[in-house]
């Protein structure tokens, strides 16, 4: 099982940016394949971003040229930098890893994929 802790969030105002980041354990980070799904109050959780084991990316439609995901394999963390915030993007965000190598970006894109899920943090965008 891989320990997963994400840091970062809080409250910004619309248009404002936060980082965040989790942080891994394990020795074979370097093979995972990472997500950061989120999920608002009364709403089911819903995809964000992915990272394959290669740094590829995907990215949900809503959140294409404001965020960015990225890996650092040598600090075992994977980051979520998110610009150009809105109100709709105040949930809970979760990271999450798949233990397996794969670049198939449509199945990291998929909640069911996932191993391992973190705890969340709170991201609050004020209008």
């Known amino acids: 099982q891989v320990q997963l802790v994400e840091s970062g969030g809080g409250l910004v105002q619309a248009g404002g940016s936060l980082r965040l980041s989790c942080a891994a354990s394990?020795?074979?980070?370097?093979?995972?394949?990472m997500g950061w799904f989120r999920q608002a109050p009364g709403k089911e959780r819903e995809f964000v971003a992915a990272i394959s084991w290669r740094s590829e990316m995907v990215y949900a439609d809503s959140v294409k040229g404001r965020f960015t995901i990225s890996r650092d394999n040598a600090k075992n963390t994977v980051y979520l930098q998110m610009n150009s915030l809105k109100p709709e993007d105040s949930a809970v965000y979760y990271c999450?890893?798949?233990?397996?190598?794969?670049?198939?970006?449509?199945?990291?894109?998929?909640?069911?994929?996932?191993?391992?899920w973190g705890q969340g943090t709170q991201v609050t965008v004020s209008s």
């Open positions: 999450a890893a798949h233990r397996t190598l794969t670049s198939n970006m449509g199945f990291l894109s998929k909640d069911g994929t996932y191993d391992d």
């Open positions: 394990g020795r074979t980070f370097g093979g995972f394949g």
